[in-house]
């Protein structure tokens, strides 16, 4: 079966400093990737998708990225994180076929301080 | 771009009384997605609907597609501590990503 890893679950940062937040999916090949930004009590904001490797479609300006460098690693970054940055970020995968369900990692809680 | 609405926002009932949420997009759309966020937890997917005037039910739960394909419904009969969570609906466009609504929040009082 298919699973979905992502770490840290908790992430406590200073203003300033960068971020690696790494995502990997078991059991399955070509996934569609994606990573979502959710602030408190709020919906679910799309910030970077992947077709495949090294295949990035970032949805929002922002000062994230993404990174693709394996078929079933996704990784969101930044080189200076902003207050702004803070809230529950998840990724998720799903088959080839964009109409598909996606499915959720347990997520990554970033407080920047 | 597509937009998703959502309403209500909130929702408290009390346990055993129904609840229902109601998804409306601002396009046509080729298919639609609700999943159930439980508190703390993350988006659990529960059901897809393709068809026009499609009506899928889970137990409890009924979901409905409308006529036009802009807007979609989740019904909860009498209501269970258990369902408390935020409720989203992803709207699916031709060819485009899902666009998640803003979800409802859904309290149970027991």
């Known amino acids: 079966s298919q699973t979905i890893h992502q770490w840290p679950a908790t992430l406590v940062q200073p203003v300033g400093s960068p971020l690696s937040l790494e995502c990997t999916v078991e059991g399955t090949s070509n996934p569609n990737l994606y990573w979502y930004r959710q602030a408190a009590g709020r919906g679910l904001q799309l910030l970077f998708y992947s077709i495949g490797i090294d295949q990035i479609s970032s949805e929002v300006p922002q000062n994230l990225s993404a990174s693709r460098p394996q078929d079933r690693q996704f990784i969101l970054s930044s080189k200076k994180l902003l207050l702004s940055d803070s809230g529950f970020y998840l990724c998720?995968?799903?088959?080839?076929?964009?109409?598909?369900?996606?499915?959720f990692g347990d997520g990554t809680r970033l407080s920047i301080l | 771009g597509q937009q998703v609405m959502q309403i209500p926002q909130y929702q408290h009932v009390q346990e055993g009384e129904d609840f229902t949420t109601y998804c409306n997009s601002s396009t046509t759309l080729s298919n639609i997605q609700w999943y159930k966020q439980r508190p703390g937890g993350h988006p659990v997917f529960l059901i897809q609907?393709?068809?026009?005037?499609e009506v899928k039910k889970q137990k409890r739960l009924t979901f409905q597609f409308g006529e036009a394909k802009k807007n979609s419904s989740l019904h909860i009969t009498a209501t269970q501590t258990t369902d408390v969570g935020t409720y989203f609906c992803?709207?699916?466009?031709?060819?485009?990503?899902?666009?998640f609504g803003p979800g409802t929040r859904l309290s149970v009082l027991p």
């Open positions: 998720a995968w799903s088959p080839l076929n964009s109409n598909q369900p996606q499915h």
């Open positions: 609907l393709v068809k026009s005037g």
């Open positions: 992803a709207g699916g466009g031709y060819g485009q990503n899902f666009v």
